[in-house]
């Protein structure tokens, strides 16, 4: 099976990238950091045997990414399965972020999670089932204040993998949205769900079984995965409620653990100064 994945040098894409390995998947790897990439194909190839491609790529810039597919055209790759995990979010408030670093979520989330989609798609083998999972969020089912771009970024992904689902089912391809809580992929994120207090560690899932999980789940044909019984409740209750009571709660819950997190040392700050190559990864 041929499989690339989006996202791949750290977090949740590293861990897909691991549990493919260990199924014995030829990989190609993707993401803006080549030195990391390269360090996770190493690994994988001395560990598995498998074969492990990478090439950077900034999926926010469509020449980028036409030279990722002039790589595939030239070596004449076809793909089974596309893990679209690339993703990033800024913590804090709407308007205490500078414009372009609001822009740049909804340019990688969405505009750059198409644009590889609909290009791998025009690129599985022929004759042979496709699978594609699309990382949503468990905000996504929930109005998010103080995290309302990135939770709208996910909805759409979610809508857009139920639609596509749909069209392309006589077609032999699956597709799932995986809808995770929070998981521990960098110092950061670490950091913001122990802000959380019990309410983040007891919706913390492992990278390790999300991957595995999502990928048994992708390949029996499932539609959705939300990890964790406990934020399969929480998205159950969740619409049971008026949207506006969820989004004060939200409101509240976020308030008092943003409050922990965005310490003088971590509040936002201006997009001219922020290096976007170091993106504040979200899966």
């Excluded at 639609?163 to 809808?179: G, I, K, S, Y």
């Amino acid at each position: 099976m041929n499989v690339l994945i989006t996202g791949a040098a750290g977090g949740l894409g590293r861990a897909m990238a691991v549990e493919c390995g260990k199924r014995g998947y030829d990989l190609f790897l993707t993401d803006m950091y080549e030195a990391a990439l390269r360090r996770v194909q190493t690994g994988l190839e001395r560990r598995f045997g498998v074969t492990a491609a990478v090439k950077a790529c900034d999926l926010t810039k469509p020449e980028s990414v036409d030279e990722l597919l002039a790589v595939f055209d030239e070596n004449v790759l076809r793909f089974d399965m596309l893990l679209n995990i690339a993703g990033l979010d800024y913590e804090g408030a709407f308007l205490s972020r500078e414009r372009e670093a609001v822009c740049r979520i909804v340019s990688l989330n969405d505009a750059g999670t198409l644009r590889i989609t609909h290009a791998v798609l025009e690129r599985r083998r022929e004759g042979r089932p496709f699978t594609a999972v699309f990382v949503s969020s468990l905000a996504s089912l929930f109005p998010m204040p103080l995290k309302a771009t990135y939770a709208a970024s996910k909805r759409f992904l979610l809508d857009f993998a139920a639609a596509l689902r749909q069209e392309l089912r006589r077609e032999n391809v699956n597709v799932l949205a995986l809808c995770p809580a929070g998981m521990v992929t960098t110092e950061k994120t670490a950091a913001a769900i122990r802000a959380q207090g019990v309410w983040g560690a007891v919706t913390t899932n492992p990278l390790e079984v999300v991957a595995r999980k999502t990928l048994d789940r992708a390949l029996a044909g499932k539609a959705v995965y939300i990890p964790g019984a406990l934020n399969r409740t929480l998205s159950a209750l969740g619409g049971l409620l008026p949207r506006t009571w969820v989004a004060g709660i939200v409101n509240r819950r976020w308030e008092a653990a943003q409050k922990k997190w965005l310490t003088p040392s971590n509040k936002p700050r201006s997009v001219k100064s922020v290096d976007i190559g170091k993106q504040e990864e979200t899966q």
